[in-house]
């Protein structure tokens, strides 16, 4: 096996068995074979890329900044209330740690909605209701639900009651550029039908 600093000292006594015959950054090979899986590639060079679902989209004219169907840019951050969806059944955790949906305060206010009640939040893939929470600590444009949630599905609706983030994230295949649960723009309304529920009144899950 030929090491780097073999090939460094003496490139011709020690050639490589890259294509190019030198150190490469980039795999090309490896770049060919993840689009033949059909996943997102981006370009060897460091340039912006916008992703897919990006903050780009959150406007139908991007000029003069006029806001489109999906205007908030949706952050699925880890929540201290599971790892990712383990524990997401335990009674303790779900009253400690609520699963609201928070947006900034103006934002909240110019649709009408107030702090505390049940919004429906749809993406291009999927709907959810959740309890807000307005909050000066999210940017204007930005709102925020914990990922991991186990799916609690209206048959009738299609709307998830728990907030699964993965509902409103879409299956689309990515691989070299962004992940879609990373970039996912949404729409926020106040919920018509009954008020939510907190999770831990709940009947508990037992899957085992």
Request: hydrophobic share 30%; proline share 8%; with cysteine.
């Given at each position: 096996m030929i090491q780097g600093e073999d090939f460094v000292k003496d490139p011709e006594a020690n050639p490589l068995?890259?294509?190019s015959g030198k150190l490469e950054i980039h795999c090309q090979a490896l770049s060919d074979k993840i689009?033949?899986?059909?996943?997102?590639?981006?370009?060897?060079?460091?340039?912006y890329e916008p992703p897919l679902d990006?903050?780009?989209?959150?406007f139908k004219d991007w000029k003069n900044k006029v806001k489109g169907d999906y205007p908030f840019q949706l952050v699925t951050d880890h929540y201290g209330r599971r790892s990712h969806s383990v524990f997401d059944n335990v009674p303790q955790l779900r009253e400690a740690y609520p699963q609201d949906f928070l947006m900034n305060t103006r934002d909240g206010e110019a649709l009408?909605?107030?702090d505390g009640d049940t919004v429906l939040i749809e993406s291009a893939y999927g709907k959810v209701i959740r309890n807000?929470?307005?909050?000066?600590?999210?940017?204007?444009g930005v709102v925020s639900l914990g990922e991991g949630a186990w799916v609690e599905l209206d048959e009738e609706t299609g709307i998830d009651k728990a907030g699964a983030?993965?509902?409103?994230?879409?299956a689309r295949l990515s691989g070299q550029g962004e992940e879609p649960w990373n970039t996912t723009i949404v729409r926020v309304e106040k919920y018509k039908g009954k008020p939510l529920k907190p999770d831990c009144e709940w009947d508990q899950r037992v899957i085992f």
């Open positions: 068995s890259t294509k689009a033949q899986y059909g996943f997102t590639t981006i370009p060897p060079i460091a340039k990006g903050y780009e989209d959150t009408g909605i107030k807000v929470g307005l909050t000066e600590t999210m940017m204007p983030t993965n509902m409103l994230c879409g």
